[in-house]
């Protein structure tokens, strides 16, 4: 079912909030601050538990390989902010009249994320009514990834890497706000996850960006002893959804036990490439 809705601009007679002309004016902040940007690239999935961010993380680190490409990560997913961590960011922001500046990670990678805001183990919350607080949470949420792009001084990056929250709708919130290369799309093996992944992709392709390609992550149990990768998940989601849309399958990711993720496949890493050519 669709439903329209009135945006700010078909709003007649005059507009006492000048909510037009703030909107306007942050629009016009977050292109000037991507205009030293060469490409910006979403990774994002139907569904939470994929492991997105670990894959977002890794394929940052294989990006910056030897410090010759200069990679940023901006982590969307706003209540389960988890990139940081993995890329091993830690704060404090530094803040200045002039922007909020990214904290360097491992390997020189630039991170901006809600978890480099919050207190440890405290979850985000919006100031606001606490009635009816559904109606305005999504615009608050869109409205924080609009000021995240704003105002974070990425500097000149060869990749802006977004790591986004499970479903579609931030993603039809960035592609609003800034020219995108793509949108990688990350899957569990199984049925369940190939059906969330197909509706976010659709969504995605509806809202005009293309899809670079589909990784399947958890792709078996590598035995670490036996130097083998056992079954997993039941199914096929990686290759069934490359051969619904179209797109190649650019890898296959086992799970690996311990702390260390394994590499991304050099697979995704060209495809991205490919788009900073």
């Not at 205009?35 to 492991?51: E, F, L, N, W």
């Not at 960006?209 to 998940?233: I, K």
């Not at 190649?248 to 890493?269: E, H, K, N, Q, Y």
Request: contains cysteine; neutral net charge.
């Amino acid at each position: 079912m669709t439903r329209r809705l009135r945006t700010y601009a078909e709003v007649v007679g005059p507009d006492r909030s000048g909510l037009a002309a703030q909107v306007g004016v942050q629009r016009d902040r977050v292109r000037r601050r991507l205009a030293s940007v060469k490409a910006v690239v979403a990774v994002m999935s139907g569904k939470g538990g994929v492991g997105k961010s670990a894959v977002t993380a890794g394929l940052a680190r294989a990006l910056a390989g030897d410090g010759a490409r200069a990679v940023g990560v901006l982590d969307a997913d706003l209540h389960g902010p988890t990139v940081a961590r993995l890329l091993g960011a830690r704060g404090p922001v530094r803040v200045d009249a002039e922007a909020v500046h990214p904290v360097v990670a491992e390997g020189g990678v630039r991170v901006f994320s809600t978890d480099l805001l919050l207190d440890d183990g405290h979850p985000l919350s919006w100031r606001g009514p606490d009635s009816e607080r559904f109606v305005w949470r999504s615009t608050l949420e869109a409205g924080a990834l609009r000021e995240f792009l704003a105002d974070v001084a990425w500097g000149a990056l060869d990749v802006l890497l977004v790591d986004l929250p499970p479903g579609a709708d931030r993603l039809a919130d960035l592609a609003a706000l800034a020219p995108l290369a793509g949108a990688v799309a990350v899957t569990l093996p199984s049925e369940e996850s190939r059906r969330a992944v197909a509706r976010a992709i659709r969504a995605a392709r509806a809202d005009g960006v293309a899809l670079l390609g589909v990784v399947e992550n958890m792709s078996g149990y590598a035995c670490r002893g036996c130097d083998a990768v056992q079954p997993l998940f039941p199914g096929d989601a990686g290759a069934a959804l490359a051969r619904e849309f179209d797109a190649p399958l650019l890898g296959r990711i086992p799970f690996v036990p311990g702390d260390a993720p394994p590499p991304v496949p050099s697979t995704l890493t060209d495809r991205v490439l490919e788009v900073l050519a």
